[in-house]
């Protein structure tokens, strides 16, 4: 994601001086509300995402998720390059390549 | 996100040979789990996260809600400036300026 | 679910003295990331059930949604076989037999 | 919850011939996302459930994640008393009265 677009996430907050709602908890609460947007698509759907008024939607709805995860980071703090190369490190501990290889199991049960 | 983040997420992905699994149904289920994940920390314990180790979790589980969106704008074709800047605009027309400033209320409530 | 069952989940929040951190807003976040938990099991692993080890896991995560919608109709004063039996007729209205028969629509599709 | 109303949700599930699509994966999903839209009516909105437009929304929220537990259920052949009942012992073990009362926290920080 680029500066551009998070710059105009921030600023579509401001312009309505939204940031006095977002507190971290309900922000967290905002994340799993769109997730659960998103996954409503797929409900008694099977996996397919052929016709065009589903991708439509999915952009939709990916795109509040990814827009709330920046709203987070930005209330947070965080660098979001930074928590993300962080925690891919840690999960390259976690599932290492011989092991995770081809496998969709839990790094506890690899 | 920069361009080497996107790389490094599908990078990890393809060296595990994981985007066989990846259908966008399984796929918004687990941006669904890492939401709750996020939420969890929040469970019971009001808005505040002064906390150094709540602060930790909460870069991780943010950063994992993250990964999941790449992997599944990537599986789905979608580009995350693309999807996210096509949605302010969208957002734009639901909650206006006049109508939503300092105002917390959906659109359908304005 | 019988008065007896309903008893001893208030039973164990009272022994616990949990009644006191049992706000509807933590409740509903609880539902809500049990309701997750019970999701994971079916993460990256199609619609069976057929293995042993997985059907336990979904009683007790499916127990553990059901526990907390009793905690919350408990706090809100709710009765249950009321308020259930007074959405089946609205939902009745919403999805009359001779449109929904057979058909998996949301009533705004029927 | 009494035996008529367990009656109540299957009869209306069998009325529209829609067993058909209840596998548990899907089942599971539903669950969740009702429980999101229960979330929902919390979202920005602290902890209070004193107005009575939301003490609606709320009974019928809950009564929905309620419904597709039963259903749920009965796709797995769970009997719900069993499961809850024998949650609640799992649950005594790992939150015993001694260390539990008065402390929300997890049982593996207890």
Not at 28 to 33: K, T
Not at 43 to 63: C, H, M, N, P, R
Not at 92 to 97: A, F, R
């Amino acid at each position: 994601m680029t500066e551009e677009t998070i710059h105009q996430i921030l600023k579509f907050r401001d312009d309505r001086d939204w940031k006095q709602f977002h507190n971290p908890k309900d922000l967290a609460i905002s994340i799993s509300l769109e997730a659960a947007e998103l996954l409503e698509i797929f409900q008694w759907s099977g996996e397919d995402v052929s016709d065009k008024g589903k991708t439509e939607k999915i952009k939709e709805e990916l795109a509040d998720v990814l827009n709330y995860c920046v709203l987070m980071a930005d209330v947070c703090g965080f660098d979001i390059d930074e928590i993300v190369q962080e925690k891919i490190k840690i999960n390259s501990e976690k599932y290492p390549v011989e092991k995770a290889k081809g496998n969709s199991n839990k790094y506890d049960k690899l």
